[in-house]
């Protein structure tokens, strides 16, 4: 029940496996209180980014003010969470076999599993949206120009941020102000209108790579179109 309860959900909304962004706006707001999304958020980073401090700071501080609330709560009415604990083994001793004659007993049968429909129906997407990119345009002709509007354009995009080198893009990525970053080479315009391909590269966020790969798909289709 407690797996079902609580850990489920928390891994669901943590944003491990399934964009935050994607969610609705009340999910979103909701994973604000999940210690779980600063705990994968501060993972990703130290394994896949090293230590950049200024996502591990802000997130671990959000994380302990949590757990200090939380504990803070449990002190305040540890009296009442043993009594509780205690009547739930005894409910669970006495009631096992006749659960479905106490209505309370149904409630705590059906609601988690409504509870999981909710967030299954609403949280478990791959759809990628509302998601910022970076593009550092290097040729900055018309055809780039063109191309970075048909990005704006895009609904799966809210931001498209304009980066100025190869460091401010390093920067952006490991921050997480962007999941997807675009570099247009100089000779994007003149392989254009020779007739040649026109070469682009796309580099992804590697903490979180289902995300990044199906933005990058996004990319490639306007690309392509």
């Known amino acids: 029940m407690a797996l079902i309860i609580g850990f489920l959900p928390a891994m669901i909304l943590s944003g ?126 018309n055809q780039s120009k063109e191309f970075i509007r048909s990005l704006k354009y895009s609904d799966r995009f809210s931001e498209v941020l304009y980066l100025k080198s190869n460091k401010d893009l390093q920067e952006k990525l490991d921050s997480q102000k962007i999941m997807v970053a675009i570099e247009i080479s100089q000779e994007f315009s003149q392989k254009i209108q020779k007739g040649q391909k026109a070469e682009i590269g796309l580099i992804g966020d590697g903490r979180k790579s289902n995300s990044s790969q199906i933005a990058i798909g996004y990319i490639q289709m306007i690309i392509q179109s």
């Open 16 to 141: 491990f496996i399934f964009q935050i962004s994607s969610m609705p706006i009340w999910l979103q707001f909701i994973t604000n209180f999940i210690p779980a999304t600063y705990f994968t958020t501060i993972l990703q980073t130290l394994f896949l980014s090293g230590n950049i401090y200024e996502v591990i700071i802000p997130n671990t501080l959000w994380m302990l003010l949590i757990g200090i609330v939380l504990f803070a709560i449990i002190l305040k009415s540890q009296k009442e969470v043993k009594l509780m604990f205690y009547q739930l083994l005894a409910l669970i001793r006495k009631e096992f076999l006749a659960i479905w004659s106490d209505k309370r007993s149904r409630i705590v049968i059906i609601s988690p599993p409504l509870i999981q429909l909710v967030l299954f129906s609403f949280a478990v997407t791959l759809e990628v949206k509302n998601i910022s990119i970076g593009v550092l345009d290097r040729d900055n002709s």
